[in-house]
């Protein structure tokens, strides 16, 4: 396998969660390669001039070092020519991962990464339409190791909705529960998300942001009958929070297409959302992301009551909006 260092991963696409899972994995096979590698994370806009060369040298206090630099999109010019400039010359004893959300914004600079030899660039877009999304599940199944119907992963994308970290918890759930070998089917689907369709994640999301407690709550509840996956809850409201951070953290003057390839959401939810962003703060929405953060902890760990966890999770949300 060739090594990750002395090489640029190029993460381009506006799938948030696709391009936070290649990230992971990049990270991973880094520190897999070198246990005591030190790995720095920044934010593109934050760099002052010269703090670039500083992140892509050697580690004083180990042999590698690895740079993940998020946001690539807003890097500032003279950043930009200091990344052009290390990507000629690469360190051996440094791997670098850069991730851009997609729009226009950055092209420029992606047109020059990607004619380097040491750039690898991994697309991600986010699916457009159902049969993309059912596409994206028989793939996913597949990489975990399962076989799904078209039939099935149809019934779950219209069950489960068009929200990638939800389908990847939902599909995660089936394949766990499979018999080995056995393929998923259709009423493999109805079993454990029957009635799914009524109650998705996104609306329990949507009420919560909204500060309509008792609508989200009544959903929760209902989704607990009804054996909805908490994860696909917690994973739902996330992604909201993640997306209206982004839309507070946006350039201003930017059109509803470029913001909705900045955030990783459909054009249509951008009217909706600035909706939303009037009743939040960064401040509120750190303290929201961070309790979905722990309540899906909870729920993927075993919590004693998930539905507890949930509803408290909740209720935390809710309470982080601006009076």
């Known amino acids: 396998m060739a090594s990750a260092f002395g090489k640029i991963l190029l993460i381009t ?58 946001e690539l999109q807003d890097l500032p010019e003279v950043a930009q020519k200091e990344l052009l400039a290390y990507v000629a010359e690469p360190s051996p004893d440094v791997a670098v991962i850069l991730v851009h959300s997609g729009g226009q914004k950055g092209k420029g600079l992606l047109d020059k990464l990607r004619k380097s030899p040491a750039v690898t660039e991994v697309k991600l877009e986010q699916p457009k339409y159902e049969r993309d999304f059912a596409s994206w599940v028989y793939t996913e199944v597949r990489d975990l190791g399962a076989r799904i119907d078209q039939e099935a992963a149809t019934l779950l994308v219209a069950s489960i909705g068009q929200d990638l970290r939800a389908l990847a918890g939902a599909a995660d759930q089936l394949v766990a529960n499979l018999e080995k070998g056995a393929e998923i089917s259709a009423s493999l689907v109805r079993q454990y998300f029957g009635g799914r369709a009524d109650v998705r994640g996104y609306e329990i999301a949507d009420a919560t942001i909204n500060g309509q407690i008792s609508i989200a709550l009544e959903q929760a509840r209902w989704a607990e009958s009804a054996k909805v996956a908490p994860v696909l809850i917690t994973s739902a409201l996330a992604t909201g929070l993640r997306s209206l951070a982004k839309l507070a953290g946006a350039p201003e003057g930017m059109r509803d297409n470029d913001l909705a390839a900045h955030i990783g959401a459909p054009p249509f939810k951008i009217r909706t959302m600035r909706s939303q962003l009037r009743s939040w ?20 760990g075993g919590a004693a009551d998930p539905a507890f966890a949930v509803e408290r999770m909740v209720l935390q949300v809710a309470a982080q909006r601006r009076r």
């Not at 030190?38 to 703090?51: D, I, M, N, R």
């Not at 401040?283 to 909870?298: E, K, N, P, Y």
Request: charged share 20%; net charge negative; glycine share 6%.
């Open 13 to 70: 696409g506006n799938a948030e969660f696709l391009a936070d899972r290649t990230r992971a994995k990049a990270v991973k096979v880094v520190t897999a390669e070198q246990p005591e590698v030190e790995v720095a994370t920044s934010t593109a806009s934050g760099l002052q001039p010269g703090e670039l060369a500083g992140l892509t040298s050697p580690s004083l206090f180990s042999d590698a070092s690895a740079l993940v630099l998020t």
């Open 281 to 300: 703060d960064q401040a509120g929405l750190a303290a929201a992301i961070s309790a979905v953060a722990q309540a899906d902890l909870d729920v993927k």
